[in-house]
């Protein structure tokens, strides 16, 4: 990924740019009622890109990491729209780092069948309890 997100920057000419991606995995229980309505795992990438140019910036985000360049190449465009000047940016290093959620027990480890009885029950007390 990294090796791909550096050759979609190699290709812009502009006087800065960045991109970030970011990796989301969800879990999804919905009830209606008693009745089961959705359940399952979900894995979403996706990211957003910024760019300066002549002092115009530009902000995309994208759903899918197989169009990064072209969105690259429209917040590339609108910058231009828009930037008139100079661009004054300090030089600074770039950061690559990987964040991730602090927690005790790792959630993608919990099976999801647990996941929907723990669901079901809250859901069985709440329909269970009389409406005041």
């Not at 229980?29 to 996706?46: A, F, P, Q, V």
């Not at 590339?76 to 000047?85: E, F, H, N, P």
Request: proline share 2%.
């Amino acid at each position: 990924m990294k090796t791909t997100m550096e050759e979609v920057l190699k290709g812009l000419e502009c006087d800065y740019a960045e991109i970030r991606i970011e990796e989301k995995m969800t879990t999804s229980i919905r009830y209606s009622g008693k009745e089961l309505e959705d359940i399952g795992n979900r894995t979403e990438k996706g990211g957003n890109v910024r760019i300066c140019h002549k002092g115009g910036w530009s902000f995309v985000s994208f759903n899918s990491l197989d169009n990064m360049k072209e969105k690259a190449e429209l917040c590339l465009k609108q910058a231009t729209l828009v930037g008139k000047g100079e661009s004054r940016l300090r030089k600074i290093s770039a950061i690559d780092k990987t964040y991730k959620s602090q927690y005790k027990i790792d959630p993608r480890t919990v099976p999801l069948n647990e996941k929907e009885e723990l669901c079901r029950n809250a859901n069985d007390k709440i329909l269970s309890e009389p409406i005041q």
